[in-house]
């Protein structure tokens, strides 16, 4: 069965401290992979995805994630967090390109950042 | 570009009563638009999958008659939550597929808190 796993779900840092949010899913076929944050009471944004190529995917706000095949994951990983950070990340696994075929989520990790 | 609004950003409303939330692709056309559901500090659980002119799909234990969706443009998609009762009370979400974009781009969400 298609799953996505984020093993931690609530994660504190102190300000300008490296950041690493784990990722592992479970896919039939290639998965097109997703990070998306969500700040309270607010929809998703896209941090960045996955598609093929590079398995170092850079994305906004300084967010990278590195797509591991033999391990099955898509870490996030920032070298210095800000405070702004602070919010709900999720990690999302995609079929290939269909206009019908659907996301499924992680439960979430919510990052709390220290000053 | 491939910016989503929903309207209303909250709504407030009486046990029995019916209640609307509008999904817009400000300036793309989405063939595909997909409504979640999302309960305080949980995942988004995907309710169902609306195509543009045909019948929406809904996910496995979803009833149909209770959230209608339609999808009468390129632009537009619609859920209504019928006969609402508080257990109805979530964050719902909605997302467009952009046409030949494997990609979702998400709205902000509607609370709705039904008394």
């Given at each position: 069965?298609q ?15 490296s ?13 097109y992979l997703?990070w ?18 590079d ?9 990278e994630?590195e797509?591991?095949?033999?391990q ?14 602070a ?8 079929a290939?390109?269909s ?10 990790t919510r990052?709390q950042?220290?000053? | 570009?491939a ?5 209303p ?22 063939t ?65 597929r952009r ?5 979702q ?6 609370r709705?808190?039904?008394?």
């Open positions: 069965a799953s996505v796993t984020q093993p931690d779900i609530h994660i504190t840092v102190s300000e300008g401290a950041l690493e949010l784990r990722c592992n899913y479970s896919y039939g076929a290639t998965p997703f998306y944050v969500q700040s309270p009471g607010q929809g998703l944004q896209l941090l960045l995805k996955y598609f093929s190529g398995t170092l995917v850079q994305g906004i706000k300084g967010f994630a797509f591991k095949r033999s099955s994951s898509f870490n996030l990983r920032k070298p210095s967090v800000h405070w702004s950070d919010a709900e990340y999720f990690c999302a696994v995609g290939q390109l206009d019908t075929d659907k996301l499924i989520f992680g439960t979430g990052l950042v220290f000053p | 570009g910016v989503v609004s929903q309207h950003s909250r709504v407030i409303c009486k046990s029995g009563t019916s209640v609307k939330i509008e999904c817009r692709s400000l300036d793309f056309q989405a595909t638009m997909f409504w979640y559901r999302q309960f305080p500090k949980q995942s988004l659980m995907l309710m169902a999958t609306s195509n543009e002119g045909s019948k929406a799909t809904y996910e496995q234990g979803v009833e149909k008659d209770k959230f209608l969706i339609n999808h009468a443009s390129l632009t537009l998609s619609t859920l209504t939550v019928t006969s609402a009762h508080p257990e109805d009370s979530s964050f719902y979400i909605c997302s467009a046409v030949s974009y494997n990609e781009f998400f709205g902000p969400g509607t709705l808190t039904v008394l």
